[in-house]
């Protein structure tokens, strides 16, 4: 089973969507756990921590289910701009990236 | 707002050459890390690095790979012999500390293309 495990996509989702993303971790000690954001042929930027409680920043919600080992990512009124691959990354000692989910934003 | 820099942007290099990517990690963060991403695939870990010296590396961080600070600034990773293989993306990321909620960031990423 791979560490993190997201579904590559593509999402082709038009403007003002909602669209969601999942992803899973095998890992049960991992402490941390994030999305990332990645556009073409650039670093990943740190889009949001994740926390148990769920957290909320704008238009994205994320949400860490501890019991089922389950994180996910919602993107409530997509822009054209949210086009990206979003990775999931979770930490024990070092970030472990999942494959990335990649989010296509269309008018 | 403090960042990771890396340079070069993009480096060529014939196989068999050795070549240095640098860091520069953010002032205050203590812990760096190299990671890789071949084109299509995803990050992934290579090795991280501690009061100067490795705390952990992957299987894909063999003989070949060595890291060092040799100054108060730069971290840089050396390839030694390159292969056709190692072509990716490398990122160098820098942390203030570890263990929960603690942030990772990024550099720009080097661009190495073996040929």
């Known amino acids: 089973r791979k560490e993190v495990e997201q579904d590559p996509g593509p999402f082709n989702v038009p403007e003002g969507a909602t669209v969601a993303f999942n992803c899973t971790y095998s890992n049960s000690a991992s402490q941390s756990f994030f999305w990332y954001r990645q556009d073409c042929r650039k670093e990943p930027k740190l889009l949001m921590s994740?926390?148990?409680s769920g957290n909320e920043d704008g238009r994205f919600t994320a949400q860490l289910n501890r019991a089922s080992q389950y994180i996910s990512l919602l993107i409530r009124d997509s822009k054209l701009s949210d086009s990206a691959t979003y990775l999931c990354v979770v930490n024990g000692q070092k970030l472990v990236f999942g494959t990335g989910t990649r989010l296509l934003v269309s008018p | 707002e403090p960042e990771v820099t890396q340079t070069p942007s993009h480096q060529v290099t014939q196989m068999g050459q050795e070549v240095i990517l640098r860091c520069v990690p953010i002032?205050?963060?203590?812990?760096f890390y190299w990671y890789r991403q071949i084109l299509g695939q995803k990050v992934e870990f290579l090795v991280s690095f501690y009061n100067n010296e490795i705390s952990e590396k992957s299987e894909i961080f063999d003989d070949q790979f060595s890291v060092e600070r040799p100054d108060g600034s730069n971290f840089t990773l050396k390839i030694r012999s390159t292969k056709l293989e190692d072509s990716a993306m490398y990122f160098c990321?820098?942390?203030?500390?570890?263990?929960?909620?603690?942030?990772?960031?990024f550099g720009q990423g080097t661009r190495l293309t073996v040929v």
């Open positions: 994740v926390y148990s």
């Open positions: 990321a820098s942390s203030r500390s570890t263990g929960i909620g603690v942030l990772a960031f």
């Open positions: 002032s205050n963060h203590l812990y």
